[in-house]
């Protein structure tokens, strides 16, 4: 696994474990010799996790579309930094330059990222591991939320199985490096190894 795309808030959030944590991402990141690849952005957990991985010596990949990076939310220092036309081209050059996924703390466009990379992997259009960094208990409702919707049987276990979680950054990346790459077929209830 050589690189990680990290969806995290543009905002800092309120508590300091946030950014703590986001420091320690991006330091375990250089450590085990991946690239960061991420949205782009200079602001809140973005610019802190980017900036850790520099500081380290590592490599960060941004994209950002035209739009923000005309708001001068772009982070100019990066190893990499893509502009692109808007948030699909944005989101597609990221799932496609990462090898994992890993959601932080944020609002609802790292919600809305993280879901849409874990419907991908549900459906078979990727066989890359997806993770929660679940920072001070942050992911703890919404984990809960997921197993109500096994309970439901609108999520099967299996495939809710498919989301590594950890409340560290190495943990975490650990988890991601040893889980088997599988292609899911929701439809068939089979699995594939890439």
Same mark, same amino acid.
């Given at each position: 696994?050589?690189?990680?795309?990290?969806?995290?808030?543009?905002?800092?959030?309120?508590?300091?474990?946030?950014?703590?944590?986001?420091?320690?991402?991006?330091?375990?990141?250089?450590?085990?010799?991946?690239?960061?690849?991420?949205?782009?952005?200079?602001?809140?957990?973005?610019?802190?996790?980017?900036?850790?991985?520099?500081?380290?010596?590592?490599?960060?990949?941004?994209?950002?579309?035209?739009?923000?990076?005309?708001?001068?939310?772009?982070?100019?220092? $990066?190893?990499? &930094?893509?502009?692109?036309?808007?948030?699909?081209?944005? =989101? #597609?050059?990221? *799932? @496609? %330059?990462?090898?994992?996924?890993?959601?932080?703390?944020?609002?609802?466009?790292?919600?809305?990222?993280?879901?849409?990379?874990?419907?991908?992997?549900?459906?078979?259009?990727?066989?890359?591991?997806?993770?929660?960094?679940?920072?001070?208990?942050?992911?703890?409702?919404? $984990?809960?939320? &997921?197993?109500?919707?096994?309970?439901?049987?609108?999520? =099967? #276990?299996?495939? *809710? @199985? %498919?989301?590594?979680?950890?409340?560290?950054?190495?943990?975490?990346?650990?988890?991601?490096?040893?889980?088997?790459?599988?292609?899911?077929?929701?439809?068939?209830?089979?699995?594939?190894?890439?």
């Amino acid at each position: 696994m050589k690189s990680v795309c990290v969806y995290c808030g543009s905002s800092p959030g309120n508590r300091p474990e946030y950014a703590q944590a986001a420091r320690a991402l991006g330091k375990a990141l250089v450590d085990n010799g991946m690239s960061l690849v991420y949205g782009g952005g200079k602001v809140g957990l973005m610019g802190v996790v980017a900036d850790a991985v520099l500081e380290h010596g590592g490599k960060a990949i941004g994209i950002i579309p035209e739009a923000l990076m005309q708001k001068e939310v772009g982070h100019r220092g $990066l190893t990499e &930094l893509h502009v692109v036309r808007n948030m699909h081209e944005r =989101k #597609q050059m990221m *799932a @496609d %330059l990462a090898e994992a996924f890993i959601a932080m703390p944020g609002g609802v466009g790292t919600f809305e990222e993280l879901f849409e990379t874990f419907t991908w992997l549900q459906l078979g259009y990727h066989a890359k591991p997806v993770g929660l960094l679940n920072v001070a208990g942050f992911y703890d409702s919404m $984990l809960g939320f &997921l197993s109500h919707a096994v309970q439901e049987g609108f999520l =099967k #276990q299996v495939h *809710a @199985d %498919l989301l590594h979680v950890s409340d560290t950054a190495e943990g975490l990346l650990g988890k991601l490096a040893a889980a088997p790459r599988v292609r899911v077929d929701k439809w068939q209830e089979s699995r594939e190894r890439t």
